[in-house]
């Protein structure tokens, strides 16, 4: 594979995804523009901060991307967030959070990428949670990953010159997931009929496939169910 001359801009950078996604991409000969929150990202890339809640900062980063770059080809959404709490414990400001990042950033970030890209492919990451492995513990997340498969079909619809897709993973060997009670996630990958975690190179790389692979048409949601990967 070949990304050289290919400007591609990965939110969630600094997370274990999307870490693995531009480290990737770059020895592919890419050139990554990094996007994190908090995490500053490696130096080899050009890199910015960006609140996904923030409106005014979505479209000033694309802007910037732009003047720089001159073009955008892909745009993949790695950022995500989480507070998973019972019901009674969850508050609506904390179930809105959840949303408004996932959901909300993922709305600001469709739509100034459609805004400076002529051509070229977006790709939202979901997970099986918005489809049918959710639990009352993340009806927050779950909710916001179901509204991102639906958002990401509409753009494919608003947007035909550009590929929107997504992908929904299960359970994959992030951070996270390696820190929770080990019995919970035996019994919840027992639960979802998940054979083991999917782990985040193969994330990387099923988007990489879907980058290039035209047989993914827009509008397609890509289930990774762990079994296969």
């Known amino acids: 594979m070949d990304f ?6 990965v939110f969630g950078a600094s997370g274990s995804i999307g870490s693995t996604l531009c480290e990737i991409l770059y020895q592919y000969g890419a050139t990554i523009v990094g996007v994190y929150y908090q995490n500053k990202i490696d130096k080899l890339y050009d890199n910015y901060q960006c609140d996904l809640r ?3 900062e979505v479209k000033e980063l694309f802007s910037k991307i732009i003047k720089k770059h001159d073009k955008i080809d892909a745009v993949i959404n790695c950022a995500t967030y989480s507070c998973d ?23 600001l970030i469709d739509k100034y990428a459609s805004i400076n890209m002529d051509r070229g492919v977006i790709i939202n990451i979901s997970s099986t949670d918005g489809i049918d492995t959710f639990n009352s513990y993340e009806m ?3 909710s916001s990953k179901a509204g991102i498969i639906n958002l990401t079909q509409n753009m494919a619809l608003r947007f035909p010159n550009l590929k929107v897709c997504t992908i929904a993973p299960n359970y994959v060997d992030t951070p996270s997931v390696l820190e929770m009670d080990p019995l919970f996630l035996k019994n919840e990958l027992k639960r979802i009929n998940q054979d083991k975690l999917i782990k985040k190179e193969s994330v990387a790389l099923k988007i ?11 509008g397609a949601v890509i289930r990774m169910d ?3 990967e």
Do not use: H, W
């Open 208 to 218: 990489i496939e879907v980058l290039i692979n035209d047989d993914y048409v827009s």
């Open 4 to 9: 050289s001359g290919k400007v591609i801009v």
């Open 54 to 56: 923030n409106e005014l």
């Open 226 to 228: 762990g079994k296969n």
């Open 140 to 142: 927050d997340y779950a």
């Open 85 to 107: 709490n019972d019901i009674y414990d969850k508050n609506l400001k904390e179930f809105m959070e959840v949303v408004e990042v996932n959901l909300g950033g993922t709305y």
